[in-house]
């Protein structure tokens, strides 16, 4: 991945380190959790080698930028903050408007970049996780622990001290295994004290997509930084539900593309399939075009299915 360059960025108060590759117009991508610039490597080399700028940070609290210490500093408006200052920051002259790619967390701080500055879109194509409605009488936190209870691996988040010493025990591999490898069409559950609900000594097998010296380098960089940062993303979104009040009923107004997995967990969440197909989607994205459900494929699909995922973005962006 020589052709991939690597710099600092300072926006919003905080260093972000970038991954870019290529010249034209530019793709923000942007990762979910536990993740990196490096979940996107193959994104990044397939649309530069077509004729686009790939642009991928590390977010704030991931890999080698900046890790704010409060808990607070990792709302959807920080976050948010950091990526129109990146766009700023690495935009061609006149260039005011990127494609956006997200996945998991990122493409939630997608949507809310969509929402809050559809003046620098361009065009999004989002992967796993579509736009909800924000529901004014029931905080997100609330609505998980109702349908899933305390065990719920979001719920179990939440507690300070209490998943970052599960996790030490554990070990960094074992978590970033466990997690990447995650399959079953259903909840992911993280009972205290029994990990992934398997014992930790059990080998886990990595699958053809994912290759030992993948894991080693998400493993290197959640080792010096930890999971703190990328766990207080979950800590915020009672917060980020407070934030978002003024915006209540608003459309995300940019072109979409949704991408999402067949054994995508999120596409199991109970009530998603019908919202995703059934008219509810369109209703809030109303410039929503496409929606495509990939046949085998679970969460990570930019990882598990590279191509496809590549000629997807190509084939949209292309229209614009």
């Not at 790619?101 to 194509?125: E, I, N, Q, S, T």
């Not at 300070?160 to 909840?187: C, K, N, S, W």
């Not at 959640?222 to 703190?228: D, N």
């Amino acid at each position: 991945m020589e052709t991939i360059k690597h710099r600092t960025v300072k926006v919003n108060g905080v260093n972000l380190h970038v991954a870019e590759s290529g010249e034209g117009p530019l793709i923000l991508f942007i990762h979910g959790f536990p993740e990196l610039w490096y979940t996107w490597r193959h994104q990044i080399l397939g649309l530069s080698a077509l004729g686009f700028r790939a642009v991928a940070p590390d977010l704030r609290g991931y890999g080698d930028s900046d890790a704010p210490a409060p808990t607070d500093a990792y709302t959807a408006l920080h976050v948010v903050g950091d990526l129109v200052g990146l766009l700023d920051a690495v935009a061609a002259e006149g260039e005011e408007k990127a494609f956006v790619v997200g996945h998991d967390w990122g493409a939630l701080m997608a949507w809310y970049l969509c929402l809050l500055r559809p003046d620098r879109v361009k065009a999004l194509v989002n992967l796993s996780v579509p736009w909800l409605p924000r529901n004014p009488e029931r905080k997100p936190l609330d609505g998980y622990r109702a349908a899933y209870g305390d065990d719920y691996y979001i719920c179990r988040f939440q507690e300070h001290g209490d998943i970052e010493a599960e996790f030490a025990q554990m070990g960094t591999r074992r978590v970033l295994e466990g997690i990447l490898t995650y399959r079953i069409p259903g909840p992911l559950f993280f009972p205290k004290g029994k990990g992934f609900g398997h014992p930790v000594e059990d080998p886990i097998m990595l699958p053809s997509w994912l290759t030992r010296e993948d894991v080693d380098y998400y493993v290197d960089k959640f080792e010096k930084k930890g999971f703190i940062g990328g766990i207080n993303y979950y800590r915020n979104l009672n917060r980020n539900w407070e934030l978002m009040a003024p915006w209540d009923g608003a459309e995300v107004k940019v072109p979409v593309k949704f991408i999402v997995g067949e054994l995508d967990l999120v596409y199991h969440v109970p009530g998603i399939k019908d919202f995703i197909h059934k008219g509810g989607f369109k209703k809030t994205v109303p410039l929503l075009e496409e929606v495509v459900v990939m046949e085998g494929v679970a969460h990570f699909l930019n990882q598990e299915r590279p191509h496809d995922i590549n000629q997807h973005i190509h084939d949209f962006f292309s229209k614009f």
